[in-house]
Structure formats: structure tokens, C-alpha cells
């Protein structure tokens, strides 16, 4: 499934019929990922040209690098079928809010409203239409996305000796949408996190 995004575009070569994993990839992961990339692209290009190499690393790794992989590894063949793109989606916006409102303590843009990463972050949910589903995770995804709060990833995460991390609790209903283990939200978003604060200094 790792290849599935390049499989999102038809070419003019035959391709062999996807199987079942990765006809559900495409549809639940793929499909919803270039959504979303894109409406972040979009705003990108008209308001936050000043950082948009940090905004590019961040969804990069996320959306086109972690998700997919972590996705592959870690649900079934049943569990990916079942898979709600809307919920990825949710996933994904709630940590990419999460690193904005992180940069918005560090840089001043011009020409947006103080509370300009909640404001990026409802115009993404609003165009992706994530609320539009009438399935029976709206309400989590409704209360996870009234938080106002950052998220901590003050813990180190110790490698060599997992269980010796302690690994926060804001990361288990977002682990829940998209049934993975808790422990791989924060090991996704901390690092990441931690190279932007080392690329601070260029914005």
C-alpha cells in the first residue's frame, strides 16, 4: 500500500486490477489525503506564502510518509476497509492545527487575524466537508476539534526502551479514529515538532 498515492492518478499504461487492499487504500487513504493536501496547498498559496517550507515539511512527512506507512503496518485487511477517509483527514488536521498553533508563538504574519492557525484549520475542515458524514464518530470529531488547548510532547521518546515512554493521553481518541496504537501519534508528531523548532530561525 505504500505505492498507493502514485496510483491515484490514471496513466496511459495498463495497469493490473488493484486488489482488495489496495482498492481500500486508495479510496480511504489516498483519496482523502490529496484532499486535504490540496486545500492546504490552496490557503497556503494565497495567505502564508512566509511559511510555507515549515507547513511543506510538516504535511509532507505526515500526510505522504507516516500516515500511509503507519496505516500499512498496522491495520488489517478488514480494519483498512473500514477505514473512514473523513476521519483520517480529522487525524491529520488535528496535528497539523496542533504545529501551527506551535508556530504561531514564534513567527508574526501580516495580515491575518491573531487566531489565524484555528482560522486555517476551520477553512481546511470546511472545504474537505469533514462533518458532512452521518456516521457515529461526528460527535468525537466535533468535541476533538473544539479543543483549544495544545498538545504536550514535552515526554522524550526513549527508543531503545519503549515502555519507558510515557506517551500522553490527548493522543488516544485521535489514535481511536483511526485504529492505531496511541503510542504512534506521538511518536509521529513529537519529532516532527522537534525539527521545526530547529527550522525556526530561517522562517
Known amino acids: 500500500m505504500l505505492g498507493l498515492l502514485k496510483k491515484l492518478l490514471p496513466t496511459k499504461k495498463e495497469m493490473p486490477p488493484l486488489s482488495g487492499r489496495d482498492l481500500h487504500g486508495r479510496n480511504n487513504v489516498g483519496y482523502p489525503t490529496m484532499q486535504i493536501s490540496r486545500e492546504i496547498d490552496n490557503l497556503v498559496k494565497t495567505q502564508y506564502k512566509a511559511i510555507k517550507p515549515i507547513i511543506n515539511q510538516y504535511k509532507d512527512t505526515l500526510f505522504f510518509k507516516w500516515g500511509p506507512s503507519v496505516i500499512n503496518d498496522k491495520l488489517n485487511d478488514e480494519q483498512l476497509a473500514n477505514l473512514s ?13 496542533d504545529m501551527l498553533r506551535y508556530i504561531s508563538e514564534l513567527v508574526t504574519l501580516k495580515n491575518v487575524p491573531e487566531n489565524w492557525p484555528d482560522v486555517f484549520a476551520q477553512t481546511v475542515l470546511d472545504n474537505c466537508r469533514m462533518f458532512s458524514d452521518d456516521d457515529k464518530d461526528i460527535a468525537k470529531k466535533q468535541q476533538l476539534f473544539a479543543n483549544t488547548e495544545r498538545y504536550t510532547v514535552d515526554v522524550p521518546i526513549d527508543e531503545k ?26 511518536k509521529c508528531h513529537r519529532p516532527l515538532m522537534i525539527a521545526i523548532e530547529k527550522r525556526k530561525k530561517h522562517v
Open 85 to 97: 477517509g473523513r476521519n483520517l483527514q480529522m487525524v491529520y488536521l488535528l496535528l497539523f492545527r
Open 161 to 186: 526502551n519503549p515502555d519507558n515512554t510515557n506517551i500522553p493521553d490527548w493522543t488516544v481518541p485521535i489514535a481511536e479514529l483511526i485504529m492505531i496504537p496511541s503510542d504512534m501519534i506521538y
